[in-house]
């Protein structure tokens, strides 16, 4: 642009104007400056301007639109006098303009395309003070330091600024090379007070160097580190030159490529996992370090030389020393630790097939169903079934221990994802295996024991089912050609042995149960909880709180106290707990006299008795004294100091013992439970209430047990049939928050109903468990051995179950079943005969 030269005075402008709409910014009077026009209507405009005398109006659309009205327009613009047109090919056309002067548009003539307005030109309102000469000053000299460090300035912007000398054409020159918004533009060009306008110019020049110094300090940042990038580049390829004169690996990438290669080398692939890894291999070897891919690469071949694709070396074990480490880990669990057995026995006697089979065909690696003498599977898959507590997880340790495995845990409860079993595809940002392909990476050795706990509380959501995903993993049939979604692979998991733990099988889906070997840890009894406590838990609890065995001394009735009392679960984690407080509370009382003895003088020789403890101290000639030992002797009567009021007295034993009540037995994902019944009448219009939080299936047995009550009611005890139409009957559960549901109430409730009919008391110390039907048939149950332990728990003397549960009774142990008889029934009669007997 440049300086358009001082319009003669006696040049008339006209007072009506052909308008031009201007859609990027306004323009400045006194500015020389090509436009190019597109539009063609304002093309016409031009056409006919140029016929005439080569005046237009130049003025900026509010808001850009096709067609603009004079509306859309602002009211100030420019009058400039065309000076030269160039047609272009697209129809449209470039004009060089000689900007003149200010107008305000007064009236609308033509409001739309061609826009002709009315107009008065508008003159600077002069000042000519000290004051706007050293504006002047300052915008030539702020404009200077800008255009220095700006290369879009050109030389002749640069000579043009010098060179005027109207203090509002230097405003109008500046702010229309400044990259300032187009409002902000039109507002300074309304603005007819020359030192105002100076003034507005002047601050977007103070702005428009700040965001030159910042664009300058990210160039200087960029420059530098680009610098540094390139002597780290050429340092690079100099230790690059001497590596391989010197004949080293040049790169890291040449080292892990080395590294990979024999890795893969060694494993002697063959088939598909041969040629997969050879891709990959070449593929990363091809890579750029700096590329997207290399990493994504580098860790699936990383993954890969890291699983344990050959076959364990020959196992070696002794039975009898693996039945010592299981009876030395667990009390009891009889079932578990002879599956353990025959599973040892058959590997050993495998084995000795294997090695006399030597001329048999030999496991290569990465081929899928390679086997060693393997026509069948040599894993297994073993569900441990019980209540929290009993030991399930600590189990899975054990078996690893006895077998000379590695062990791997991991938990499924709450898993939703199946790519936690079979990983993510690489495909995915951050994709990794699953938690089976973890885990060999981690044990490094293809035949682990694998725990995978709470399997019964696995969930299922839009991502996918893990339950079903666990399918292929548990199935022998398939497992021996195992492919994870990241491995893509695949993999022989068949000598692996799995450990599945659950609470109960009712969440389990049924394909899934069908994989498994099911194996029931039933709870504890008191007496059975004595034996842990004595030989694992006390001993583990005093290592834990810091203590020596030979400080605190335990009674039997303690012990029993402390099962009774305060740990009466199926499992004995909360008599661990106990131990625990009563272990911590002792370390106080160790540590308080320990800090006692260090401020006082030693102690008296001899034995001193101290409440609830003794303290011994030993004196040998030429020793000083030593510091007394404290010695807890833990009876019956301090547990209470340490551990507060029972929680379970021997007075709340549940037992029915009044007319209408009666002892159920039920079986929870906690273990067994006993169950009160309680069921009085009042007068009303009849009819049957039930409260106590049944389901669905315990509603239906309360009320078949009413129907069979009233029926054996009336036909067999003669009580009137209006008694029932008079009466108004409630049977509650006791424990109303707690959820109840299931069939085997039936015989119970039914009982219960009786003993209200003739107000006569239950048999003492009798307990029940039994579907009942419509016909008086007492129908089969499960959960017998956990039914059993809950009711020894209770002091139960007798129950009644139904005939076709004596199958069950001989897996109960026989110190469960001590003291407790047992009343095989198959009609609801017999069960009468045995809770109410005649008088």
């Known amino acids: 642009m440049a300086e358009q030269s001082v319009v003669p005075i006696d040049q008339i402008l006209p007072h009506k104007l052909p308008l031009v709409a201007l859609m990027g910014r306004p323009i400045f009077p006194g500015i020389f400056t090509p436009i190019m026009i597109g539009n063609p209507p304002d093309v016409k405009v031009i056409d006919d301007a140029v016929s005439g005398d080569g005046l237009i109006g130049l003025v900026m659309l509010r808001n850009e639109t096709e067609n603009p009205l004079i509306t859309d327009l602002y009211q100030i613009g420019t009058v400039a006098k ?29 409001p739309a395309f061609p826009i002709v307005a009315a107009v008065e030109y508008l003159d600077d309102e002069e000042d000519d003070t000290a004051e706007v000469k050293a504006l002047t000053r300052a915008l030539i000299a702020e404009m200077k330091q800008i255009s220095e460090n700006n290369p879009l300035f050109s030389e002749e912007m640069r000579l043009n600024m010098i060179n005027i000398d109207h203090p509002g054409k230097i405003a109008n020159f500046i702010a229309s090379i400044l990259n300032i918004d187009k409002g902000e533009q039109q507002k300074i060009l309304e603005m007819l007070n020359v030192r105002k306008r100076m003034e507005q110019v002047l601050v977007f020049i103070k702005k428009e160097q700040e965001l030159l110094r910042i664009q300058k300090r990210i160039q ?289 889906p049924p394909p899934l149960m069908d994989r498994m070997e099911i194996i029931e840890l039933p709870g504890y009894i008191d007496t059975e909880k004595l034996e842990i406590a004595r030989r694992y838990l006390v001993p583990k609890s005093l290592a834990k709180n810091g203590l020596k065995r030979s400080q605190v001394k ?151 047990a009413m129907t069979v009550a009233r029926k054996v009611g009336i036909e067999t005890y003669g009580v009137d049939p209006e008694w029932f139409e008079k009466n108004q009957i409630h049977l509650h559960i006791p424990e109303g928050a707690t959820p109840k549901d299931g069939p085997s109430a039936g015989i119970t409730m039914a009982t219960a109903l009786l003993s209200l009919l003739l107000g006569k008391n239950i048999r003492g110390h009798l307990a029940m468990t039994g579907e009942l039907s419509l016909t008086g048939q007492v129908l089969p149950i499960g959960g017998l051995k956990e039914k059993t332990i809950a009711a020894r728990r209770n002091k139960v003397q007798d129950i009644i179950i139904p005939k076709q549960n004596r199958r069950d009774l001989d897996d109960i142990p026989d110190h469960v079943k001590k003291s407790i008889t047992f009343h095989p029934v198959e009609l609801f009669y017999e069960v009468l005969d045995i809770a109410l007997p005649p008088d």
Request: net charge neutral; aromatic share 8%.
């Open 82 to 110: 065309i000076v030269k047109k160039i047609n272009l090919p697209d129809g449209g056309v470039n004009i060089f303009i000689s900007t003149l002067k200010r107008f305000r548009i007064k009236k609308a003539l033509h």
């Open 220 to 508: 200087k940042e960029i420059n530098e580190k680009i610098e540094k990038s390139q002597r780290d580049y050429f340092l690079r390829e100099e230790l690059k030159a001497i590596k391989s004169e010197l004949g080293m690996t040049t790169d890291a990438k040449s080292s892990e490529y080395q590294h990979f290669k024999e890795k893969i080398d060694a494993f002697n692939f063959e088939g598909e996992v041969k040629e997969a890894v050879e891709q990959e291999l070449e593929k990363f070897n091809l890579m750029e370090p700096n590329s997207a891919e290399f990493t994504v690469t580098r860790n699936y071949l990383d993954m890969i030389v890291n699983l344990p694709w050959n076959d364990p070396p020959p196992e070696d074990f002794d039975l009898k020393s693996a039945r010592e480490i299981l009876e030395m880990d667990h009390y009891g669990l009889k079932d578990v630790k002879d599956r353990i057995a025959e599973y040892l026995a058959v590997r050993k006697l495998r084995n000795q097939g294997g090695r006399a089979a030597k001329s048999g065909p030999k496991n290569n690696p990465g081929k899928a169903g390679g086997r060693v003498f393997d026509k069948y599977p040599t894993g297994s898959i073993i569900c441990l079934l019980g209540p929290p507590g009993v030991g399930k997880t600590s189990v899975g340790r054990s078996i690893a221990r006895a077998l000379g495995k590695q062990f791997f845990r991991f938990s499924v409860g709450g898993m939703r994802d199946e790519a936690e079993i079979k990983g993510h595809r690489r495909t995915y940002i951050g994709a990794m295996p699953g938690k089976i392909i973890q885990g060999l990476k981690i044990t490094k050795t293809k035949d682990p024991v694998f725990l995978i706990d709470e399997i019964d509380k696995m969930g299922v959501s839009y991502q996918g089912d893990p339950a079903s995903a666990l399918l292929e993993v548990l199935d022998p049939e398939q497992n021996f050609s195992f492919r994870d979604h990241y491995l893509d692979l695949p993999f022989d998991i068949s000598r692996v042995f799995f450990i599945i733990t659950a609470n109960t099988l009712d969440t389990i």
């Open 554 to 704: 335990y009674t039997k009735d303690s012990l029993l106290h402390i099962a009774n009392g305060y740990a009466r679960e199926a499992g004995v984690r909360n008599f661990e707990k106990n131990l625990d407080k009563i272990h911590r509370k002792l370390a106080i009382q160790i540590v308080e006299a320990e800090e006692k003895a260090a401020q006082t003088a030693p102690a008296a020789e001899g034995t001193v008795k101290q409440s609830g403890q003794t303290v011994e101290t030993q004196v040998t000639a030429g020793e000083k004294k030593a510091e007394p030992v404290p010695v807890f002797a833990i009876d019956k009567k301090n547990i209470e100091i340490h551990l507060g009021k029972p929680l379970f007295l021997e007075d709340v034993i549940k037992r029915a013992d009044k007319p209408g009540m009666s002892l159920g037995l039920a079986w929870t994902s906690m273990g067994g439970d006993t169950l009160i019944i309680e069921a009085v009448a009042s007068p009303g219009k009849g009819g049957l209430t039930l409260t106590g939080k049944m389901g669905d299936t315990m509603k239906e047995s309360a009320s078949i």
